[in-house]
Nanobody
Framework: VQLQASGGGLVQPGGSLRLSCVVA????????MGWFRQTPGNEREFVAA????????GYANSVKGRFTISRSTSKKTAFLQMISLKLEDTAVYYC???????????????????????WGQGTLVTVSS
């Protein structure tokens, strides 16, 4: 299973970006997915997540109301729509997918890096004037 993240770039404060994450090579119809971000010298932190069925989403307090996670109808691509970007949103953004466990709920989202089995390569988001 491979995850390909894209959509990062340079944007001014207050601007918007849309990140995409394509899941390839999976035999599962869909995955619970998440977005995380990391800055130099810091641990990877949770940003947003969507449940296996897509019925529930969760966000870090720092992005709530500004970021929206969604998934394509094919369920093989996850998106992170980011608006009102701030300087402190600058980071490498990683998407992640979870291999479904038999005990997983269909509307549970996951916020820890250890909850995920597959990771994309990261896409850099730079917010700067």
């Amino acid at each position: 299973v491979q995850l390909q993240a894209s959509g990062g770039g340079l944007v001014q404060p207050g601007g918007s970006l849309r990140l995409s994450c394509v899941v390839a090579g999976s035999t599962e119809t869909t995955h619970a997915m998440g977005w995380f971000r990391q800055t130099p010298g810091n641990e990877r932190e949770f940003v947003a997540a969507i449940s296996w069925r897509g019925g529930r989403t969760g966000y870090a307090n720092s992005v709530k109301g500004r970021f929206t996670i969604s998934r394509s109808t094919s369920k093989k691509t996850a998106f992170l729509q980011m608006i009102s970007l701030k300087l402190e949103d600058t980071a490498v953004y990683y998407c992640a997918a979870r291999r479904r466990q038999s005990s997983d709920g269909v509307d549970v989202y996951y916020t820890r890096t250890s909850d995920y089995d597959y990771w994309g390569q990261g896409t850099l988001v730079t917010v700067s004037s």
